[in-house]
């Protein structure tokens, strides 16, 4: 089975800084897609970005990046110029081709001013 | 263009009472699923659907949960009897079809059960 893991718990930034989000998975299958969710207090799940498994390019969304790893099996979400509006639990999410979309434990990110 | 709706945001009831959650997806997405999230088990897929048919339900914790997809429009989550383990919020999510697309959530349910 499928499995995500996010070593941390807690991650904190000052307001303009960079952060990077760790996110290891799991997994047999050679064809993926990846994804990092966002949850603000409001508890909305909000797409932050996705990476196809088979493309080697990182995706980049505005300030958002990832560094992905396909053979070490590391997806991590780096947030440049970090805002106050970017604090919340982020998720990461690997989805096979089974459609399910296993989730990992989250990382709380505060942002300091 | 409406996101997933889910109703209600809120619910409190006593143990024992029938629960039902509900759920509109996005039209024209052929994908529906139900998650539950509490502290100690995160995200937890619950059930999916595909055009209106359910695809996987094993995440269904027992007997007493069951979903239904009468449309491609309604999608509804019932409890009964509804326990206190079972306070969680409860997300809806639908994506169209194409492997590449990524699921979109509704605002979730958060549940209550005295």
């Known amino acids: 089975a499928q499995t995500v893991t996010q070593s941390q718990p807690e991650m904190s930034v000052q307001e303009a800084e960079t952060v990077t989000l760790s996110c290891t998975y799991d997994t047999s299958e050679s064809d993926y897609y990846l994804f990092w969710y966002k949850q603000p207090p409001s508890r909305q799940m909000i797409l932050v970005i996705r990476?196809?498994?088979?493309?080697?390019q990182n995706a980049t969304e505005n300030r958002f990046s990832v560094n992905f790893q396909k053979a070490a099996k590391s997806f991590s979400l780096k947030i440049s110029d970090s805002q106050l509006g970017d604090a919340a639990m982020y998720f990461c999410a690997y989805r096979s081709a089974l459609d399910k979309l296993v989730f990992g434990a989250g990382t709380i990110l505060r942002v300091k001013s | 263009d409406a996101g997933v709706i889910q109703s209600p945001r809120h619910e409190v009831t006593e143990m024992g009472q029938e629960v039902t959650l509900r759920c509109k997806p996005i039209?024209?997405?052929?994908?529906l699923f139900w998650y539950r999230q509490t502290m100690m088990r995160g995200l937890e897929l619950l059930i999916y659907f595909n055009n209106n048919v359910p695809i996987d339900d094993s995440g269904m914790p027992e007997d007493r949960f069951s979903a239904k997809m009468p449309n491609a429009s309604f999608s509804t989550l019932k409890i009964q009897p509804s326990e206190p383990r079972d306070s969680a919020v409860y997300f809806c999510a639908s994506r169209p079809g194409g492997g590449h697309q990524p699921q979109h959530f509704g605002d979730g349910t958060r549940l209550s059960i005295l």
């Open positions: 990476q196809e498994a088979y493309k080697q």
């Open positions: 039209s024209g997405h052929d994908y």
